[in-house]
């Protein structure tokens, strides 16, 4: 695994946008820290602006320059990276967290994902489907590797859920929330269900004040916690 961050530098892709994506990790291991810089600052439409191997070191460097999307760990020395999400949370309300980790637990999966995690990534992910999903996650998506997918809807799908008129979401926003669910962007979702950006944006907004939420994460969160999706 270590060999394939630090050894696979041919990624490419058809982004064109002018502005790089600006990555920074938050890793204790060096060669896994050092192989993802490598990686991310080597492929087109990235930049890795700061690596740091832990939540004490990320946080003055993260707030002399904050990151458009930052890699996250989740067993950390100090403070673990599930109370490193909490803090640059509540410090960075609209910065991007995805975690890359060995961890497959039900536990630290759901603590991840309610702290305000918008992705759950395993460290065995190929490099080539890791740019991927950070250009997802940054796009609105909610990357999650596939055998995470396969345990979130084990974790959730044992609940019983209060009755949607409870929280009166309209037959669209949850199929909107459905397709966040599966792991569509706003802008995948737009066009499958052939609307524009702004349209899912604008419902978006509605289904933040009707669930008390203030990311798409922590809605895609508590959708399935309580069952308001299928």
């Known amino acids: 695994m270590l060999r394939e961050f ?3 530098l041919s990624y490419t892709d058809s982004m ?3 502005k790089p994506v600006r990555v920074a990790i938050i890793e204790d291991l060096k060669q896994i820290r050092e192989g993802l810089a490598a990686l991310i600052g080597g492929s087109p439409g990235f930049r890795c602006i700061g690596t740091f191997g832990s939540i004490e070191e990320a946080l003055p460097g993260i707030r002399r320059n904050v990151p458009d999307l930052l890699l996250i760990d989740i067993g950390l020395p100090g403070k673990s990276g599930i109370e490193g999400i909490r803090i640059l949370k509540d410090l960075y ?3 991007v967290m995805l975690v890359l ?3 497959e637990d039900d536990q630290r999966i759901f603590d991840a994902l309610c ?5 759950y990534m395993l460290k065995k992910t190929a490099p080539a489907k890791l740019l991927e999903s950070l250009k997802d996650a940054v796009h609105g998506g909610a990357p999650i590797s596939p055998e995470i997918a396969m345990r979130v809807v ?3 799908r044992d609940f019983r859920p209060p009755s949607n008129s409870e929280y009166r979401l309209t037959p ?3 199929r909107i929330l459905e397709l966040l669910v599966e792991g569509d962007s ?3 979702a737009a066009q499958k269900l052939n609307v524009t950006v702004h349209t899912v944006t604008f419902h978006m907004r509605s289904i933040y004040d009707k669930l008390q939420v203030h990311s798409k994460s922590e809605a895609v969160a508590k959708a399935l916690r309580h069952g308001l999706v299928k």
Not at 115 to 119: F, P, Q, R, Y
Request: glycine fraction near 12%; charge should be negative; avoid cysteine.
């Open 172 to 174: 669209h926003e949850i």
């Open 16 to 18: 064109t946008e002018e």
């Open 115 to 119: 702290a305000g995690a918008h992705g």
């Open 186 to 188: 706003f802008k995948t």
């Open 6 to 8: 630090a050894g696979d």
């Open 101 to 103: 980790t060995v961890f």
């Open 154 to 156: 084990k974790l959730f």
């Open 93 to 95: 309300p609209d910065l």
